[in-house]
């Protein structure tokens, strides 16, 4: 699949097919990174959202948030979520594919978490594009998979990941930036139908510092 209306299918497909509670958790490795780095929340720019966990949970933190997803459902699901914690407020849904527009303007944070996706895209120049949209002071955090889950659509195939390195070198990021996370630690990951596996993630923060 390679083009915008394979992306936006596949995704609808997807979550339409998917229990409404799947993915409304936040991210385990994005909450401690950000408890880590400790940054005054701002505005957030949360690149493939699904049906929101990260995005809920950092509104929930005081972040005004805007996820963006190529599935309607998804989006809508957000916004369901929002409704029902009192988040609407801080949650503003943006529906794009990302390989062909972006949202504008400038956030504090932008993340990129499991931005993948078996619909051929420019991957890396929509991360280029997601370091672009991070204003002065703020952070851009990528987590990605770096090995394959059994729950996974590319169970089975031999697949090459990109070293945290290797991505941090494809953002062409200038000496305004500053890398504070670039590693690949293992954790222990639960499959939509409560099965369990030890993954690897890559794990990228840099923060714009002029």
Known sequence: MNSANDSAAFWEKHYAGMDAQWGTKPNAVLTALLADL??????????????????LWLAAQGWDVTPVDVSQTALD??????????????????QHDL????????????????????????????????AQAVAPGGRLIVIEHA????????????????????????????????????????????GPEGQTATVTDNVIAVRRTG
């Not at 949202?103 to 890396?124: K, M, Q, S």
């Not at 945290?164 to 953002?171: N, T």
Request: hydrophobic letters at 40%.
């Open 77 to 94: 699901r957000v916004a369901a979520g929002a409704a029902a914690t009192g988040l609407t407020d801080r949650i503003h849904p943006q």
């Open 38 to 55: 400790a940054p005054a929340p701002g505005t957030a720019l949360d690149l493939g959202c699904g049906h929101g966990g990260d995005a």
């Open 147 to 190: 090995s394959t889950a059994p729950w996974s659509w590319q169970a089975g195939q031999d697949i090459h990941y990109p070293t945290p390195e290797d991505v941090i070198a494809s953002l062409q990021l200038d000496n305004t930036w500053a890398v504070e996370r670039g590693d690949a630690p293992q954790r222990t990951a639960t």
């Open 99 to 130: 390989s062909q527009t972006f949202p504008d303007g400038a956030w504090d944070l932008v993340t990129a978490t499991y931005f993948h996706t078996p619909v051929t895209i420019a991957r890396e120049s929509v991360l280029r594009r997601a």
